[in-house]
């Protein structure tokens, strides 16, 4: 998720550290979040926030209007309450024709969005050393789980760090060590003292002392489907019992697979199923259970036995232009926000329709091309299609060629395309030549050129 206009930037550099207690000055009010590839959505108790490859995004009204913050910074973990609000920051780093994830450490606010202060605490700075989840108890100690910095807290917003071992003979991070790589962590505030739960590649474990003990289970000891934990969320039930879930994907045994398991009874019992089903993030409305998942969002109404598929249908096409993938979902008050690498879908919950929010080439700033490309770089591994997006203000057609460094025409144009006046179009792309071969890595140019003949021009870059 990390597409960016400055693409160059985004492939040789490493982000700039801000400085402690720095302020940022957020953009103006906008209809949409800043960027259209999505991650995590969360409801702090007054608004949603949404991030995105080109910041974090708050909204007071449900969506109506954004609020965005951070520009051009990318994440990959999100938590808040409040108006205090912790935002793990990342970014994608090239090195040897290879794209490793990297960590550039914590903004944290507390008073939602106003002032941003960045910590760089080393577990979370780094290639690999990136926080994927992150939970915040009652009295504001924070938990990130990092894939090689481990499990950390920090009880003063942010100034410390240490790490939390879920063995206690341990005292040191060994990266070899599969309970010493966390994707996940939920907090559950219901209980007091709150408790901890934490996901690994060997399973989840759970402490009620604030991580000076531990219980664990993983597919040998209590049936869960896989031992790598990428998601868990509690859901609180109308009778106020409550359901812990977890994704619990296939990590190194064969006889693992991908699924979601569940406990009613505080982890005593793990329930899963033997069908496969690979999931992002979770999000609850009373006894239904939603799924952001990589075939889709899906609603389940018994417990997981059984899921539908929501099809994310756009209001104003009555297109389904949505990547089938969703990577993040929220319900909060009768609105269901759904998170792709093509834009924020919302909708109200009993709508046969969703609005998708693109960012559009009118609302970029004056100095920023009125074209773009996303997802920014692009890889057809992990993107089935990508997206030129442009508008024109009278009815005319839009023809689009791609050229390499050399300014040599690569590809397959794109020829007279519609272009209907005042609308942003969204013309998508797979990547290929002329024969269908996907285009080497590389830092590429493309034309917009329209029949009445006026051009538009932008950059892309490919990451195979």
Same mark, same amino acid.
């Given at each position: 998720?990390?597409?960016?206009?400055?693409?160059?930037?985004?492939?040789?550099?490493?982000?700039?550290?801000?400085?402690?207690?720095?302020?940022?000055? %957020?953009?103006?009010?906008? @209809?949409?979040?800043?960027?259209?590839?999505?991650?995590?959505?969360?409801?702090?108790?007054?608004?949603?926030?949404?991030?995105?490859?080109?910041?974090? %995004?708050?909204?007071?009204?449900?969506?109506?209007?954004?609020?965005?913050?951070?520009?051009?910074?990318?994440?990959?973990?999100?938590?808040?309450?409040?108006?205090?609000?912790?935002?793990?920051?990342?970014?994608?780093?090239? *090195?040897?024709?290879?794209?490793?994830?990297?960590?550039?450490?914590?903004?944290?606010?507390?008073?939602?969005?106003?002032?941003?202060?960045?910590?760089?605490?080393?577990?979370?700075?780094?290639?690999?050393?990136?926080?994927?989840?992150?939970?915040?108890?009652?009295?504001?100690?924070?938990?990130?789980?990092?894939?090689?910095?481990?499990?950390?807290?920090?009880?003063?917003?942010?100034?410390?760090?240490?790490?939390?071992?879920?063995?206690?003979?341990?005292?040191?991070?060994?990266?070899?060590?599969?309970?010493?790589?966390?994707?996940?962590?939920?907090?559950?505030?219901?209980?007091?003292?709150?408790?901890?739960?934490?996901?690994?590649?060997?399973?989840?474990?759970?402490?009620?002392?604030?991580?000076?003990?531990?219980?664990?289970?993983?597919?040998?000891?209590?049936?869960?489907?896989? &031992?790598?934990?990428?998601?868990?969320?509690?859901?609180?039930?109308?009778?106020?019992?409550?359901?812990?879930?977890?994704?619990?994907?296939?990590?190194?045994?064969?006889?693992?697979?991908?699924?979601?398991?569940?406990?009613?009874?505080?982890?005593?019992?793990?329930?899963?199923?033997?069908?496969?089903?690979?999931?992002? &993030?979770?999000?609850?409305?009373?006894?239904?259970?939603?799924?952001?998942?990589?075939?889709?969002?899906?609603?389940?109404?018994?417990?997981?036995?059984?899921?539908?598929?929501?099809?994310?249908?756009?209001?104003?096409?009555?297109?389904?232009?949505?990547? @089938?993938?969703?990577?993040?979902?929220?319900?909060?008050?009768?609105?269901?926000?759904?998170?792709?690498?093509?834009?924020?879908?919302?909708?109200?919950?009993?709508?046969?329709?969703?609005?998708?929010?693109?960012? %559009?080439?009118?609302?970029?700033?004056? &100095?920023? @091309?009125?074209? *773009?490309?996303?997802?920014?770089?692009?890889?057809?591994?992990?993107?089935?299609?990508?997206?030129?997006?442009?508008?024109?203000?009278?009815?005319?057609?839009?023809?689009? $060629?791609?050229? &390499?460094?050399?300014?040599?025409?690569?590809?397959?144009?794109?020829?007279?395309?519609?272009?209907?006046?005042?609308?942003?179009?969204?013309?998508?792309?797979?990547? $290929?030549?002329?024969?269908?071969?996907?285009?080497?890595?590389?830092?590429?140019?493309?034309?917009?050129?329209?029949?009445?003949?006026?051009?538009?021009?932008?950059?892309?870059?490919?990451?195979?």
């Amino acid at each position: 998720m990390k597409e960016n206009l400055s693409v160059a930037f985004l492939l040789i550099s490493l982000l700039a550290g801000t400085a402690a207690g720095s302020t940022v000055e %957020s953009f103006e009010l906008s @209809p949409e979040p800043a960027g259209n590839e999505i991650g995590d959505i969360i409801f702090d108790g007054e608004g949603v926030w949404v991030t995105s490859d080109n910041g974090i %995004s708050y909204s007071l009204e449900l969506g109506a209007s954004w609020e965005n913050f951070l520009p051009g910074i990318s994440s990959s973990g999100l938590s808040g309450y409040r108006g205090f609000v912790v935002f793990a920051a990342s970014h994608e780093e090239l *090195y040897e024709e290879e794209l490793y994830p990297a960590g550039d450490g914590f903004f944290i606010t507390t008073d939602a969005g106003l002032n941003w202060t960045n910590y760089t605490p080393e577990q979370a700075v780094g290639i690999g050393k990136l926080a994927y989840d992150i939970g915040l108890e009652k009295d504001s100690t924070i938990w990130a789980a990092c894939f090689y910095g481990g499990l950390i807290k920090s009880e003063d917003k942010g100034e410390s760090w240490v790490n939390v071992f879920v063995d206690t003979a341990d005292t040191e991070i060994n990266y070899n060590d599969l309970t010493h790589r966390f994707f996940a962590t939920t907090i559950d505030t219901s209980t007091e003292p709150n408790t901890i739960w934490a996901g690994t590649a060997a399973g989840i474990f759970k402490s009620t002392d604030g991580g000076w003990e531990w219980l664990g289970w993983n597919h040998a000891s209590s049936g869960i489907s896989g &031992n790598f934990i990428v998601a868990l969320a509690i859901q609180y039930l109308p009778d106020s019992s409550k359901v812990v879930w977890a994704s619990t994907r296939q990590a190194l045994s064969a006889d693992e697979w991908d699924c979601v398991s569940y406990t009613t009874d505080e982890g005593e019992n793990w329930h899963t199923f033997d069908y496969n089903m690979t999931v992002w &993030n979770f999000s609850f409305r009373d006894s239904m259970v939603y799924a952001a998942t990589t075939g889709g969002l899906c609603i389940s109404s018994d417990f997981g036995v059984s899921w539908d598929t929501l099809e994310i249908v756009d209001c104003g096409t009555g297109e389904s232009s949505i990547d @089938p993938e969703v990577v993040s979902v929220l319900y909060q008050d009768g609105k269901l926000f759904a998170g792709t690498s093509d834009g924020l879908a919302i909708k109200d919950i009993d709508a046969p329709c969703w609005d998708i929010l693109l960012v %559009s080439p009118s609302t970029l700033p004056l &100095n920023a @091309p009125k074209t *773009y490309f996303f997802p920014n770089p692009f890889s057809q591994e992990k993107h089935s299609r990508g997206y030129f997006v442009f508008s024109s203000t009278e009815p005319d057609n839009a023809t689009i $060629t791609v050229f &390499n460094f050399a300014m040599e025409e690569v590809g397959k144009p794109i020829v007279d395309y519609p272009v209907p006046a005042g609308e942003d179009v969204r013309i998508p792309w797979d990547g $290929t030549d002329a024969d269908g071969e996907m285009l080497a890595n590389g830092i590429y140019s493309y034309r917009v050129e329209f029949s009445s003949g006026r051009s538009l021009w932008g950059k892309l870059a490919i990451l195979r």
